[in-house]
């Protein structure tokens, strides 16, 4: 079943800058992991696909519903982590997970316990966000994404500031949604980290959609992530083929 369809979509800045005529589907149970330099548009990708950016040209179907007209429906089977987590610093990590649920219908405050239990949190349950770490409060937006039982995942550089139990955890975690048949959309750097996450892959550069290819069909063809993306993205200098 196809969750996210993209065409053309099109997101401009008051300067110019922004994604150009993006288009890309993923299917549930697939993992599509966008690629680019800094500033290449990912960001604005997903904010565009979870309507936190109206676009200004293109379609858009999430859930095969438009954002347009179903956005309320859209976001409350969707899980996203965009930018800086919207945590309450005031509140504990457990009251954060109860306050937060209340947006979803299907939320029971029972999940709050074996959510926080899976991304490593339960010892820190009673204690405030504000004395959080930089990965403990993303190991916590993570709990968040994972409230309303998410059909869709949209990830933002997730494992930034995590740990390698962390990563780790986040590797799992992110399996065990993907055998539900969650589809995921999710952003990193780290091109060896996206080998391990990803079943497919797309990469921008200026807010252009290069390139987009499955993993295995990578690995096969270039060795690694690193290798085909510095090559679509001609950084090694040679032609692109
Ligand atoms: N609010 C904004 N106003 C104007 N320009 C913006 C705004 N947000 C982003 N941009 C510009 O749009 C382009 C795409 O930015 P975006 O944040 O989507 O990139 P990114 O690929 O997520 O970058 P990074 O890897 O650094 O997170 C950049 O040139 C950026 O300067």
């Given at each position: 079943?196809?969750?996210?369809?993209?065409?053309?979509?099109?997101?401009?800045?008051?300067?110019?800058?922004?994604?150009?005529?993006?288009?890309?589907?993923?299917e549930?149970?697939?993992?599509?992991?966008?690629?680019?330099?800094?500033?290449?548009?990912?960001?604005?990708?997903?904010?565009?696909?979870?309507?936190?950016?109206?676009?200004?040209?293109?379609?858009?179907?999430?859930?095969?519903?438009?954002?347009?007209?179903?956005?309320?429906?859209?976001?409350?089977?969707?899980?996203?982590?965009?930018?800086?987590?919207?945590?309450?610093?005031?509140?504990?990590?457990?009251?954060?997970?109860?306050?937060?649920?209340?947006?979803?219908?299907?939320?029971?405050?029972?999940m709050?316990?074996?959510?926080?239990?899976?991304?490593?949190?339960?010892?820190?349950?009673?204690?405030?966000?504000?004395?959080?770490?930089?990965?403990?409060?993303?190991?916590?937006?993570l709990?968040?994404?994972?409230?309303?039982?998410?059909?869709?995942?949209?990830?933002?550089?997730?494992?930034?500031?995590m740990?390698?139990?962390?990563?780790?955890?986040?590797?799992?975690?992110?399996?065990?949604?993907?055998?539900?048949?969650?589809?995921?959309?999710l952003?990193?750097?780290?091109?060896?980290?996206?080998?391990?996450?990803?079943?497919?892959?797309?990469?921008?550069?200026?807010?252009?959609?290069?390139?987009?290819?499955?993993?295995?069909?990578?690995?096969?063809?270039?060795?690694?992530?690193?290798?085909?993306?510095?090559?679509?993205?001609?950084?090694?200098?040679?032609?692109?083929?």
């Amino acid at each position: 079943m196809t969750i996210v369809r993209i065409e053309n979509l099109t997101k401009k800045y008051a300067n110019r800058r922004g994604i150009d005529q993006l288009s890309f589907e993923v299917e549930a149970g697939q993992v599509l992991g966008l690629l680019g330099p800094n500033g290449s548009g990912k960001t604005t990708a997903m904010k565009a696909m979870t309507g936190l950016l109206a676009p200004d040209a293109g379609t858009l179907s999430l859930l095969g519903m438009d954002p347009a007209e179903d956005l309320p429906a859209i976001l409350e089977r969707t899980g996203c982590m965009i930018e800086t987590p919207g945590l309450y610093p005031y509140l504990t990590a457990e009251q954060n997970l109860r306050l937060t649920g209340r947006f979803y219908p299907g939320f029971d405050a029972a999940m709050v316990e074996p959510l926080l239990e899976r991304v490593g949190l339960l010892p820190y349950r009673k204690e405030k966000v504000r004395k959080f770490s930089v990965g403990m409060k993303q190991r916590l937006a993570l709990a968040c994404a994972l409230l309303p039982q998410p059909e869709l995942l949209v990830l933002d550089e997730p494992t930034n500031g995590m740990d390698i139990e962390g990563t780790a955890m986040f590797r799992e975690l992110l399996l065990q949604e993907r055998k539900r048949g969650c589809a995921v959309v999710l952003s990193s750097h780290l091109a060896h980290e996206m080998e391990q996450l990803c079943t497919h892959v797309a990469v921008l550069r200026e807010g252009v959609l290069v390139d987009t290819a499955s993993v295995p069909q990578v690995l096969e063809q270039y060795g690694s992530i690193e290798r085909y993306y510095l090559r679509v993205t001609n950084a090694d200098g040679r032609e692109v083929i």
